[in-house]
T-cell receptor, first 112, second 111 residues
Framework: NAGVTQTPKFQVLKTGQSMTLQCAQD?????MYWYRQDPGMGLRLIYY???????DKGEVPNGYNVSRLNKREFSLRLESAAPSQTSVYFC???????????FGPGTRLTVL | QKEVEQNSGPLSVPEGAIASLNCTYS??????FFWYRQYSGKSPELIMS????GDKEDGRFTAQLNKASQYVSLLIRDSQPSDSATYLC???????????FGGGTRVLVKP
């Protein structure tokens, strides 16, 4: 099993460009999450999906949209990238009612 | 706004010593608490979870929880250079699976 996979691993955008970060899990988990991590700030929740067909805002949702395409896939879209969105983005998944979240390898995004 | 506070470090400990990491949280209703380890450039991985007041031991790791004081700690005994990483504290909200992460404590174990 690959666990949680994310693409791309690295991305450089110019201000105003759009892009979609892809995440997939093969553990049959119901819940999926998108976090961003900035130096010294820990992980901050952007959006999450408790189950297929549902999405909810987290702590820092502004400037982002998400799609829970099916049970396996949860994508994060930046419609108009800003330098403040330069960060490392992690996708995670967990089984409903279980405590452990499994993280993907991350996407390092730079917005110039 | 729920807050989770950790000393950012670095916490420098000699090999073989005990590393003591602390975490305080503001959400009084949190019932579950997790410690994640994150190596530089890698993703977080769960190393400990604790749900009840008191101590929980797992190998060289001991988690301690005091809900009345809203305080959770992690002890790493016989610290090894491979323990050099950032340790993230994460209480779970009372309803649902959402975690709130602290900023992390960077630990450096010197041979």
């Amino acid at each position: 099993n690959a666990g949680v996979t994310q693409t791309p691993k690295f991305q450089v955008l110019k201000t105003g460009q759009s892009m979609t970060l892809q995440c997939a899990q093969d553990m049959n988990h119901n819940s999926m999450y998108w976090y961003r991590q900035d130096p010294g700030m820990g992980l901050r929740l952007i959006y999450y999906s408790a189950s297929e067909g549902t999405t909810d805002k987290g702590e820092v949702p502004n400037g982002y949209n998400v799609s829970r395409l099916n049970k396996r896939e949860f994508s994060l879209r930046l419609e108009s990238a800003a330098p403040s969105q330069t960060s490392v983005y992690f996708c995670a998944s967990s089984e409903a009612g279980q405590n452990e979240q499994f993280f993907g390898p991350g996407t390092r995004l730079t917005v110039l | 706004q729920k807050e989770v506070e950790q000393n950012s470090g670095p916490l420098s400990v000699p090999e073989g010593a005990i590393a003591s990491l602390n975490c305080t949280y503001s959400d009084r209703v949190s019932q579950s608490f997790f410690w994640y380890r994150q190596y530089s450039g890698k993703s977080p991985e769960l190393i400990m979870s604790i749900y009840s007041n008191g101590d929980k031991e797992d190998g060289r790791f001991t988690a301690q929880l005091n809900k009345a004081s809203q305080y959770v700690s992690l002890l790493i005994r016989d610290s090894q250079p491979s323990d050099s990483a950032t340790y993230l504290c994460a209480p779970r909200e009372a309803a649902g699976n959402k975690l709130t992460f602290g900023g992390g404590t960077r630990v450096l174990v010197k041979p």
